[in-house]
DNA sequence: AAGTATATTTACCGAATGGTAAGTTGTCAA
DNA sequence: TTGACAACTTACCATTCGGTAAATATACTT
């Protein structure tokens, strides 16, 4: 299998566990968009969960790639973390596949961790809440104080793109359309007014 | 069937959703915590879809008069966003099922949505952007813009208690404790400098 | 041409899924 | 006592689930 098979395998695998969830989506309906029989796919994959967790790993050394590109491009830390937080954004709302897939792995983890036995998002957070700490931002200094940041920033810039299906046909496209066209501009907003905060 | 025994299958059922998501969860698992068979369930509430239908209904009215009550307590619109969304971590933090269930909804809906047709959370966000608009908040004065600035604090506030499950076993009992601890004054501190920032 | 991985198929498997149909039990009112 | 209704169970059903085993097809190497 080429590698650019494997990826394409990859890609139509991640967009069904996006929008289905891992107990939603079965192999065989990812097969069939593929154009293969599921025991194809269990010949590459080996299993569900093993081509569940290679697809999380990829998005996790992704991310991780961007915030370390972020990290040595921009010098100061509160620019590093606007920057890392609207990147976000605007990533995740370009591919919404890897936000939600984020997001169901953080509803569903627990209980498929104890399988699976691995933290894929350990490290993308752990970066963030480096940079914070390099921040020195009002009230977050400490690294539970900084997760807390983080999360709530994260949350701040993953809410929408996680629900773009629901809210565009909850509001119409017209409506919903400028929202996002204001989204990364609020987002600004909000970190900066944020970082900028006193003590 | 008495009420309150009704109460007590929805209660159950919910947290199974929550937990596992509408396909993941069986009514034949929820039946069996409740000491029944899954027909006499379906008995009840007719099919699993009508049953969750009756879950987030009930969600969504509980949310709307949260807000209601806070708006008729407290007069000024700053105050009031301000006590609603920190209100509204408290909330979904002591009752983790709302919160995962929400989430779950605005990932799933547009597929279910084609069958169920009913738009759950709709009125719950409106009366947020209401609020907004009325607190007159800097940069966000039209319907799009204050929707932006909703979905985002909504965000912070959501994003952890979704999370709990994952970031506790993730990070230990103790990190996370202290997470908790100090997340509503960050997220009053967050909501505060974005209400507070100039235009 | 023969051999050998790799890719993919057909044929299964047991278990679980949501749902239907028909019957049983229990309760309360007329 | 009888009738009626709600609560619940047993017995099914077709479908789908993830996964295994074995056979076949394809492509590359020697």
């Known amino acids: 299998m080429g590698e650019s098979t494997r990826e394409k395998f990859l890609s139509v695998a991640a967009k069904q566990f996006a929008e289905k969830g891992f107990y939603g989506a079965s192999i065989a309906s990812i097969a069939t968009e593929l154009d293969l029989t599921k025991q ?7 299993s569900k ?4 967790a290679e697809i999380l790993q990829g998005i996790s ?4 790639r961007r915030i370390s590109a972020i990290r040595a491009q921009t010098a100061e830390p509160k620019d590093q973390l606007e920057a890392v937080v ?3 954004f605007e990533q ?9 897939l984020i997001m169901r792995e953080l509803l569903d983890n627990e209980r498929r961790a104890e399988k699976a036995g691995n933290w ?4 993308y957070l752990d970066a963030l809440v480096d940079i914070v700490l390099g921040a020195n931002v009002a009230a977050a200094k400490t690294r539970p104080e900084a997760l ?3 999360y709530q920033l994260l949350g701040a810039a993953m809410y929408l793109p996680v629900s773009v299906p629901t809210l565009s046909k909850m509001y119409g ?3 919903f359309e400028e929202l996002r066209a204001g989204y990364s501009s609020e987002l600004r907003r909000l970190v900066q007014s944020r970082l900028n905060a006193r003590d």
Chains 1, 2 share one sequence.
């Open 92 to 100: 995740q709302y370009a591919n919404p596949v890897a936000s939600a």
């Open 173 to 175: 496209k017209r409506l």
């Open 86 to 88: 609207v990147g976000e």
């Open 49 to 52: 969960e093993k081509l569940y």
């Open 148 to 150: 807390a940041l983080v």
């Open 40 to 46: 194809a796919l269990l010949h590459h994959f080996g």
């Open 61 to 64: 050394n992704s991310n991780l």
């Open 120 to 123: 894929f998002l350990k490290p």
